[in-house]
């Protein structure tokens, strides 16, 4: 096999896993890319937050851990984890989807929450509209 067989297999298998996961999910709409997005960006604040401001709550420090870093990607695995609970929580209890959508909106809140509060320690200043948002989605729950 070539080079540039060997690429594009290793693209449709990851294509392949993409849409299972996708699929055990509950379908890749806003609400799971709206999740996805703010676990990426909270995960990656809080290296910067830790790397470069050495203000990291998970280290005695402040500074960056990969221990810590390693935990928590578990725990951002444990989010879709929940989700994919719920998921299999609505098949189940035929309830059309509205388990999994409380579920994802809870954690969006608290990802927004963990992002607003990261930032905070950045320096950077929060618009009260987003404030607000986040905390009407946590009491939408």
Aim: glycine share 10%; no cysteine; net charge neutral.
């Amino acid at each position: 096999m070539t080079e540039k067989n060997w690429y594009w297999a290793a693209v449709s298998a990851a294509s392949a896993v993409g849409a299972a996961v996708a699929s055990a999910l509950g379908g890749w709409d806003s609400a799971l890319e709206t999740l996805v997005w703010l676990i990426g960006i909270d995960f990656t604040l809080g290296v910067l937050v830790a790397l470069v401001w050495r203000q990291s709550d998970k280290s005695a420090d402040g500074a960056f851990s990969s221990l810590s870093s390693w935990k928590g990607l578990l725990r951002k695995g444990g989010v879709l984890l929940v989700v994919l609970v719920a998921v299999r929580l609505d098949v189940a209890l035929e309830t059309g989807g509205y388990i999994r959508t409380a579920v994802i909106l809870f954690f969006i809140a608290n990802e927004g929450f963990s992002i607003i509060e990261k930032l905070g320690v950045m320096g950077v200043p929060m618009p009260n509209a987003v404030k607000e948002a986040f905390s009407s989605l946590k009491g939408s729950k």
